[in-house]
């Protein structure tokens, strides 16, 4: 499964959370874009599905919008999930419903 990549423009859209997170979000910006792994690295760095030796995570606190890109992901991923619960747990409702309703008449 792979998640979406934002666009460099999605990317200003970064709001930090602590005074690591807006160094490792701007102290790098790395403008020629400098030993950027492929997206679909990024996509699995989000995920943390990589050992965490890869040598994605260094790069990723010496490249601010890698790191960014990847905070995006990890929230878009989050957001995906919570509607995916929402999702399930209507339907849930909806055929509890129409049991209960069964068994009554």
Same mark, same amino acid.
């Given at each position: 499964?792979?998640t @979406?990549?934002?666009?460099?423009?999605?990317?200003?859209?970064?709001?930090?959370?602590?005074?690591?997170? =807006? %160094?490792?979000?701007?102290?790098?910006?790395? +403008? @020629? &874009?400098?030993g950027? +792994?492929p997206?679909e690295?990024?996509?699995l760095? #989000?995920?943390?599905?990589?050992? $965490?030796?890869h /040598?994605?995570?260094e790069?990723? =606190?010496?490249? /601010?919008?890698?790191? &960014?890109?990847? &905070?995006?992901?990890? !929230?878009?991923?989050? &957001?995906?999930? #919570?509607?995916r619960? #929402?999702? $399930?747990?209507? !339907?849930?409702g %909806?055929a #509890?419903w129409?049991?209960l309703r069964?068994?009554?008449?």
């Amino acid at each position: 499964m792979t998640t @979406e990549l934002p666009d460099d423009e999605s990317l200003t859209d970064f709001s930090p959370r602590d005074e690591i997170d =807006a %160094v490792l979000g701007y102290g790098h910006p790395n +403008p @020629e &874009r400098v030993g950027c +792994p492929p997206p679909e690295t990024l996509d699995l760095l #989000a995920r943390r599905e990589l050992p $965490i030796g890869h /040598s994605g995570y260094e790069h990723l =606190a010496q490249c /601010s919008p890698c790191y &960014r890109r990847v &905070r995006l992901l990890k !929230a878009n991923s989050r &957001r995906g999930r #919570a509607g995916r619960k #929402a999702a $399930i747990l209507t !339907a849930l409702g %909806v055929a #509890a419903w129409w049991v209960l309703r069964r068994l009554i008449h």
